[in-house]
DNA sequence: TTTGTTGCAAAGGGTTTGCAGGAGA
DNA sequence: TCTCCTGCAAACCCTTTGCAACAAA
C-alpha cells in the first residue's frame, strides 16, 4: 500500500482519538492533509481489511471508526457523558454462550457485545454537581 | 392511539416475522393494509416508545423492527445461513460486568449483546451436504 | 513510466419532513 | 365535528461510484 499524506493524517486522527470518530470528524482533525470524505471513505474501508481500524455503527445510523490496538477477541465500553471509549481485553461472555447453545440448539459462531456507563472522570464530575 | 388498518398491518406483519424486518419488508407483508413507507416509519416510532417493538440496526445500515415479546432485559440470537432470530431471555454477561467495573473504573449502566449462529434446521441442511 | 490514489461531482438509497386531504371516534 | 393519521412528494444525509488528473515508487 502507498504511502500518501492523506493516509497519514487519517491514521494520525485515529491514533490521537479517543473515541470513535465520523468521517467528518476525521476529516476536520487532519489538518493540512485533509482530503474529500470519498478518499477517507476508502481507505478506512483498506484499513479495516488490514486490521488497523474498525468501524462502528451507532444508533443515529452513523458509521464511526477507531484504531484497532488489539487484533484478538475483545469488546468496548464507552462512555454516555464524554463518549470516551475503551476496549476491554477480556471476554466474560463464553461461558454463557455454552449454555445458551444448549438451551436454544443454535450452535453460536459470532458475538458482539456493547457496554455502555460512565468513565472514571465524568463520575466525579457527577458528584461534584 | 387510534385504530387504522395501517397500524393492524403493521403489528400483523411483525407478529407473523421470525427474524427482523425491514420497513420495505413490512410493507410488503401488509397486503390490502398496504401503505406508504413513511405511516410505517411513523408507527413504528411510536410502537417502540409503547415497546410493542424494538428496532435494530444492521451492519448495513438499514433499520430493522421486531416485535417485543418481553419488556424485560433480553438479548437476540440470529441465524447467519436463514436469519431468523430468537429471543434469548437470560443475560450471562452481568457477573463479568462487576469484574469490568472493577478493572476500568467505569460504572456500567447498560449494554447489548448480539449473537449469531446457525439455528439447527441450518445445521442440519448444512450436514446433508 | 507505471499504476495506485485522490478530487470532484454526481448518483444512490434509506429515512425524515411538510402539508393537504382523509378517516377514526 | 375535531383531531389524529395517511399519502405523496420532496428534502435530507451519509455513503458510494465514475472518471479524469495526479503523485508515489
Redesign the interface.
Known amino acids: 500500500m502507498r504511502q500518501t499524506p492523506q493516509r497519514e493524517g487519517i491514521l494520525r486522527a485515529l491514533n490521537a482519538a479517543d473515541r470513535p470518530l465520523s468521517v467528518e470528524e476525521i476529516s476536520s482533525r487532519m489538518g493540512e492533509d485533509r482530503s474529500g470524505l470519498p478518499t477517507i471513505y476508502r481507505n478506512l474501508e483498506r484499513f479495516i481489511k488490514e486490521g488497523w481500524a474498525e468501524n462502528i455503527?451507532g444508533?443515529d445510523?452513523v458509521?464511526r471508526f477507531v484504531r484497532c490496538n488489539t487484533n484478538h477477541h475483545h469488546h468496548h465500553?464507552q462512555?454516555?457523558s464524554c463518549g470516551r471509549m475503551?476496549e476491554?481485553d477480556?471476554?466474560?461472555?463464553e461461558?454463557?454462550?455454552r449454555?445458551?447453545?444448549i438451551s436454544?440448539?443454535?450452535?453460536?459462531?459470532?458475538?458482539?457485545?456493547?457496554?455502555?456507563?460512565?468513565?472514571?472522570d465524568c463520575?466525579s464530575a457527577e458528584k461534584r454537581h
Chains 1, 2 share one sequence.
Open positions: 455503527l444508533q445510523q458509521m465500553v462512555c454516555e475503551v476491554v477480556f471476554c466474560g461472555v461461558d454463557s454462550i449454555q445458551l447453545e436454544s440448539g443454535f450452535r453460536i459462531t459470532r458475538h458482539q457485545l456493547s457496554l455502555f456507563g460512565l468513565c472514571t463520575q
